[in-house]
């Protein structure tokens, strides 16, 4: 564990109301909330993010996620208790997420097709990429969840 390296919101606020506007228009764009929310999950572990990791944990949980399927997520790809709407958008969290390895293949692109609209589309792809933007603000200046 380390010590946080700064205040990132006094530091720029302007930033930090910036990226909290893109978070309410996310939040308002009708994607579910527990999507919005496993998305968040599943980038944070990745991104290995122990203070998103922790806000979002409690934020599904209150929103009536149950915890067999927050402890599953690692394993999203072979658990049964998610839905195929729920699976395309993990594979595409995974996708982005891991973007210089995946390059985003049209398989995991295709799989969101049945599933969602063309906006849905883009506000999950605007989502990916805004929770991977906290992961790095979260990583990078070692923000330090409750205890």
Not at 36 to 60: F, G, P
Request: aromatic share 8%; glycine share 6%.
């Amino acid at each position: 564990m380390h010590a946080q390296r700064m205040n990132y919101r006094a530091a720029s606020p302007a930033t930090y109301e910036a990226i909290a506007a893109a978070e309410a228009h996310i939040r308002k764009c009708g994607l579910e909330h527990s999507l919005i929310e496993l998305v968040k999950m599943r980038a944070s572990q990745i991104n290995h993010c122990a203070y998103c990791l922790d806000r979002h944990s409690k934020d599904a949980r209150e929103h009536g996620e149950t915890e067999q399927r927050l402890y599953l997520l690692n394993a999203w790809e072979e658990a049964s208790c998610y839905t195929p709407r729920e699976r395309a958008a993990l594979g595409w969290t995974d996708s982005l997420t891991l973007l210089p390895s995946t390059g985003a293949p049209d398989a995991d692109y295709g799989a969101l097709k049945p599933h969602f609209t063309d906006k849905e589309i883009v506000d999950l792809t605007v989502l990916i990429g805004l929770i991977n933007l906290w992961n790095r603000i979260g990583v990078g200046f070692r923000l330090q969840h409750p205890k």
